[in-house]
């Protein structure tokens, strides 16, 4: 075996797996622990956090031109003495926060 079959076999194998890994990532769905404990993460640096929830279940979610799945969730905080609660919508694949209104 000579140099120049090595280097070839060693890019299209580099190659290669940059590919698959992309198309793993893409297809792979973030489990809902994951999201709500980084929602509560991010509620937890602006207030006290006193209870939460998520659907384990994913939904179909459309929007326009998003279509995608999608975790339910909410999150129950203390704002000013007063108690607040929120229900969220999560991207099952990135985990990106969608939207959040108050209930």
């Known amino acids: ?3 120049k079959t ?3 076999g060693l890019v299209i194998g580099a190659v290669s797996g940059y590919f698959i890994n992309e198309t793993v990532k893409k297809n792979t ?4 622990e994951t999201v709500l404990t980084r929602v509560k993460k991010d509620f937890k640096e602006a207030t ?8 384990l279940t994913k939904e179909d979610y459309e929007k326009f031109p ?7 969730g909410g999150i129950t905080c ?9 229900e969220f919508i999560a991207d099952a694949y990135t985990g990106s926060v969608l939207d959040v209104y108050p209930i």
């Open 78 to 86: 203390r704002m000013n003495e007063e108690r607040k609660q929120y």
């Open 1 to 3: 075996m000579n140099w």
């Open 66 to 72: 998003i279509k995608t799945k999608i975790y339910r």
């Open 29 to 32: 769905f973030i489990s809902s």
């Open 48 to 55: 006290i956090v006193e209870g939460s929830w998520i659907q």
């Open 6 to 8: 090595f280097a070839g």
